[in-house]
């Protein structure tokens, strides 16, 4: 053996070379030939303006090729079930891993769906009582309030030596409760919200929104069922006739020669409307909803919406529906004193799943808080809780805004986690505007400079110390820090809260001050929400927007949601001579090619369609003949390619002069929305344009208090300042403004502040200082203070 050739370092493995992620001309939405190298096993950064393609090239390109490749791996059988996805636009996508996505989308907002059914909580906790309850009563489905009993009977044939028919009868016990039907709730409709009875169906007497008397499924149904008659009013129904109307069972009926289902109304009103939670309804359904039906907690479950044997069986004294009622804190203390061995394996699952609610900052959650009253942090957070004790190394954790909803206090407890994800050998990329998660960091990736078309490119990949001395717009304002009012303003008048109990307040008292700039804060959980949404009183004329998604197809778009649309058409068809809806897309001047689209799109089975521009408009989506109406010498294809301060431009003045429209585009100017074009989809739009462009609409509503829930989300460190302006300007237009924040930014802006806590779930829902943001830096007697004087330096 040749000396020191048993000492000689091996030459290195070319597995060991796949290190970096390759992202070559990446062109997704708004991105401009964009191409990049990631290291892998780091932690990657994203960062740029809101509207910049942090979203596109993250979440559109890689993610989304990752997830096309894996969905690739099965039969196309199994591919057909799935989500069909198409191919980013990009050159070359090299190095990908598996990619589990950490989103923002809000969790399912059905009203059976809970913090414990959403998270597999609930599902170990069934297995328990089912084992060591007291008395038994059943397999796991007994302690479910989405299983029924069913019970059977019937005569059945054993094929065994002769044949024998003998009976049988059959049981499934379930934990739903009868009354409510596993909701926790039960409803009482008022009729008269429904119909006026004294016109008959004919003369059109529903009043339930979408209801309209030509509609084939709803209003002629009823109609021409034959089972009432169409011209009789309502009122004059035989005892019969109102009870087919409004109770009949789901039966089959024809109407013009097509098989319908025709059932009672106040069955069918049940499944279409209260079958869905109501924080997810749209705003003219949800106003409907709480105008025709009164919701009270279900008298026979107490709202636990179990069966009264679910709820006789218990473990030392406790039942399923108190241990999803606990807090979760709590109740992993209760499953860590559980000593029986004979389940030991699910009390280690249970207790990890628990303290991991704990770990991230959920602990003062219950089981059986709906899913579909989270916030959108809250769910984000809700869903990494699978993630934290996964034994999975090599993949990418994509994360958006993982720090949303957080307060200063909370985010180190994130980064934590994120870093520990990193250690065990995974990428992590997360997109984040906060300076404290974006410090961390061992790569950044700046994208801009601008948002939109102004955007969509790289401006800076390194390390966090190159992004401070780079000169970027994020580099210049990482170590932005907002200073204290030197004077604030004197409040009008104020509001008055008294003995609000709301989920975790404490019997609160408190007085917000108008005619100025409030900020509602604490820790995550200390019931800011509660206070402000749950215990506002009723005709205080005050506008509330929230942090819920924008609902639209890809032929929305901000014209349309704003209702900027209505006075352009109108304005093109007086110029004209002709009606409105030839300039809508979705109405008469549709392009009869695509329908309005712009795009024509190919379904190719369990493959990813495939969309192509219409070739009969050029994905201009009007008819020709409709492009030869001008107004100010321009097409409406052409005002709808415009960005928002030109058309603000070009409605100001001169021929095209609008008032109604230029009234609009200057509210979305206001919020920083300059640069969207008015008919970009807002399927396209990022996080922080839809909660602006939803700000810009609010705006018009006549309240004098506005109610902003976390408007930062989605903002860049430099459009914070623009929003702190926004708020100003408000605010001396003689409105009064009331946000609930978790940013040093508008903490010190604020002209007062409430601050709540100590901590969270029931160690909070009382406040810790109400004053000046000076008073609350200079006493430091809460988290929030202290944090607060932090960021100020003083």
């Known amino acids: 053996m040749t000396p020191g050739a048993g000492t000689r370092s091996p030459a290195p493995h070319d597995a060991d070379s796949h290190d970096l992620i390759r992202v070559h001309g990446a062109r997704e939405n708004n991105l401009k030939d964009v191409s990049i190298e990631l290291p892998k096993r780091r932690l990657t950064v994203f960062t740029g303006v809101s509207g910049s393609g942090k979203s596109s090239l993250v979440f559109s390109t890689i993610a989304a090729e990752s997830q096309r490749l894996i969905n690739e791996t099965y039969s196309t059988f199994v591919q057909g079930f799935m989500p069909t996805l198409a191919r980013p636009e990009v050159d070359v996508l090299e190095g ?3 990619a589990i996505i950490v989103d923002q989308q809000r969790m399912g907002a059905n009203i059976r769906s809970t913090v414990g059914t959403a998270t597999d909580a609930n599902a170990m906790l069934r297995i328990l009582f089912s084992r060591l309850g007291q008395p038994h009563i059943g397999s796991p489905n007994a302690f479910s309030f989405n299983v029924p009993t069913v019970r059977a009977s019937g005569a059945i044939t054993v094929e065994r030596g002769a044949r024998k028919t003998e009976k049988a009868t059959f049981t499934r016990v379930g934990g739903m409760c009868t009354r409510c039907e596993g909701q926790g709730a039960v409803s009482d409709i008022d009729l008269t919200q429904l119909y006026d009875d004294s016109k008959s169906l004919a003369e059109g007497a529903f009043t339930i929104p979408g209801w309209k008397s030509d509609s084939f499924w709803t209003v002629r149904v009823y109609a021409e069922s034959g089972f009432v008659d169409p011209d009789k009013p309502i009122g004059k129904y035989t005892e019969k006739e109102l009870h087919d109307f409004l109770y009949k069972e789901p039966v089959k009926v024809k109407v013009d020669g097509v098989n319908l289902t025709y059932e009672g109304l106040i069955p069918k009103i049940q499944k279409s409307f209260l079958s869905k939670d109501r924080e997810a309804m749209q705003p003219h359904i949800r106003a409907f909803v709480d105008r025709a039906v009164t919701f009270t907690t279900c008298p026979e479950c107490d709202g636990t919406r179990l069966s009264e044997a679910a709820r006789s069986s ?3 004294g406790v039942s399923i529906a108190d241990a999803c009622a606990m807090q979760i804190s709590d109740l992993a203390g209760w ?8 389940v030991a394996p699910l009390l280690a699952s249970l207790r990890h799943t628990l303290d991991s609610f704990v770990e991230i900052g959920l602990g003062y959650l219950s089981l059986d808080r709906s899913s579909g009253t989270l916030s959108g942090g809250e769910a984000q957070r809700v869903k990494m809780i699978r993630h934290l004790g996964s034994s999975l190394t090599d993949v990418t954790y994509v994360f958006d805004e993982p720090t949303i909803g957080l307060h200063p206090h909370d985010i180190q407890r994130m980064n934590d986690l994120l870093l520990r994800l990193r250690d065990k050998g995974n990428t992590v990329l997360v997109v984040e505007h906060k300076p404290e998660a974006i410090v ?13 078309t102004a955007g969509g490119t790289v401006c800076f990949e390194g390390t966090v110390e190159g992004l401070r001395a780079s000169g970027t717009v994020t580099g210049r304002h990482l170590d932005d820090r907002a200073a204290l009012k030197e004077t604030v303003r004197e409040p009008t008048g104020t509001l008055e809260i008294r003995g609000a109990a709301t989920h975790n307040l404490r019997d609160v008292d408190v007085d917000i001050p108008l005619g100025v700039l409030t900020v509602v804060t604490g820790v995550a959980g200390s019931g800011k929400s509660s206070l402000v949404h749950g215990s506002l009183p009723a005709g205080a004329g005050v506008v509330s927007i929230d942090q819920g998604a924008i609902r639209g197809s890809r032929r929305s778009n901000p014209a349309t949601y704003t209702g900027l649309l209505d006075p352009i058409r109108k304005a093109f068809a007086k110029a004209n001579g002709v009606k409105p809806a030839l300039f809508s ?7 009869p090619g695509c329908n309005g689209a712009g795009v024509i799109y190919t379904d190719l089975g369990m493959m990813a369609g495939v969309s192509t521009t219409c070739e009969d ?4 989506r009007f008819q020709a003949s409709v492009l030869d109406h001008h107004l100010g010498g321009r097409d409406i294809s052409e005002v709808l390619a415009m960005s928002v301060v030109e058309a603000g431009e070009f409605f100001g003045a001169g021929e095209a002069r609008t008032p109604a429209a230029h009234a609009i585009l200057g509210r979305l100017a206001d919020v920083g929305l300059g640069y969207l074009s008015l008919g970009q989809p807002l399927t396209t739009l990022s996080g922080g344009e839809r909660q602006r462009l939803k700000l810009a609409t609010h705006m018009a509503e006549k309240g004098g208090v506005y109610v902003l829930d976390e408007p930062t ?3 860049h460190l430099a459009d914070v300042e623009q929003l702190l302006g926004l708020l100003d300007r408000l605010v001396d237009s003689g409105k009064s403004v009331i946000v609930i924040e978790h940013h040093q930014a508008v903490m010190a802006h604020a002209d007062w502040i409430i601050d709540l806590g100590p901590g969270a779930g029931h160690d909070g829902g009382r406040i810790v200082f109400e004053g000046t943001p000076a008073d609350l830096v200079a006493a430091r007697s809460t988290l929030t203070g202290e944090h607060l004087a932090a960021y100020v330096g003083t």
């Open 585 to 591: 897309a979705n109405s008469e001047g549709a392009c």
């Open 440 to 452: 961390i960091a061992d790569h950044v990736v700046d994208l801009g400079p601008g948002a939109g």
């Open 617 to 620: 408009c050029e994905g201009k």
């Open 335 to 342: 499953v860590r004193d559980l000593g029986e061995p004979s």
């Open 96 to 98: 990908l891993t598996t």
């Open 314 to 316: 218990r473990i030392g």
């Open 713 to 715: 989300t989605g903002l």
